[in-house]
T-cell receptor, first 114, second 113 residues
Framework: AQTVTQSQPEMSVQEAETVTLSCTYD???????LFWYKQPPSRQMILVIR??????QNATENRFSVNFQKAAKSFSLKISDSQLGDTAMYFC???????????FGAGTRLTVKP | DAGVTQSPTHLIKTRGQQVTLRCSPK?????VSWYQQALGQGPQFIFQ???????QRGNFPDRFSGHQFPNYSSELNVNALLLGDSALYLC????????????FGPGTRLTVL
């Protein structure tokens, strides 16, 4: 079974600083996708970044980047130059190739302080 | 370009009742997935509809059922409501086999008293 673990229930960071959110996952599959989603108080899940497992290069999207360690089954999210609008729940998620059952971690609540 | 929409926004029901939640996919999408997000947890996959049929199902009892209409919109039905069914229900849409490109709606908050 595929499981996703986020070990940091809550984190905080000062505006303009950098923060890293952790995620580990467990799978016997070799082909899969990993995601970070942001869920602000409005509740809508917004895709932050996506990583395909066969790609060794870490994905980046503007201020957001990941550190994907396939052998360690680790997928952390780094947010640079944190902004107040980054305050939200962040969920790490996993989906196997050709499967529709996306598995989510329990989330990390990130607060960006002015 | 309209995104994924869901209705209603909030809903309060009592134990034993039945509820229907609705989802309209993003323009151009033909596949709808439903997730249950209990308080303080990540979403859990309920099922996915494509071509008006349930294509895949997660670990949810038969009390949870769904439907997809020819215009690709979808309904989630829950019968014999339990207190534990209280949650945020999220709908996500995608195009055909692009399971790695799901767009989520704002959800329906269901409270069962």
């Amino acid at each position: 079974a595929q499981t996703v673990t986020q070990s940091q229930p809550e984190m905080s960071v000062q505006e303009a600083e950098t923060v890293t959110l952790s995620c580990t996952y467990d799978t016997s599959e070799n082909n899969y996708y990993l995601f970070w989603y942001k869920q602000p108080p409005s509740r809508q899940m917004i895709l932050v970044i996506r990583q395909e497992a066969y790609k060794q290069q870490n994905a980046t999207e503007n201020r957001f980047s990941v550190n994907f360690q396939k052998a360690a089954k680790s997928f952390s999210l780094k947010i640079s130059d944190s902004q107040l609008g980054d305050t939200a729940m962040y969920f790490c998620a996993f989906i196997r190739y050709n499967n529709n059952d996306m598995r989510f971690g329990a989330g990390t609540r990130l607060t960006v302080k002015p | 370009d309209a995104g994924v929409t869901q209705s209603p926004t909030h809903l309060i029901k009592t134990r034993g009742q039945q509820v229907t939640l609705r989802c309209s996919p993003k323009s151009g999408h033909d596949t709808v997935s439903w997730y249950q997000q209990a308080l303080g947890q990540g979403p859990q996959f309920i099922f996915q509809y494509y071509e008006e049929e349930e294509r895949q199902r997660g670990n949810f009892p038969d009390r949870f059922s769904g439907h997809q209409f020819p215009n690709y919109s979808s309904e989630l039905n829950v019968n014999a409501l339990l207190l534990g069914d209280s949650a945020l229900y999220l709908c996500a849409s995608s195009y055909r086999d692009r399971y790695n490109e799901q767009f989520f709606g704002p959800g329906t908050r269901l409270t069962v008293l």
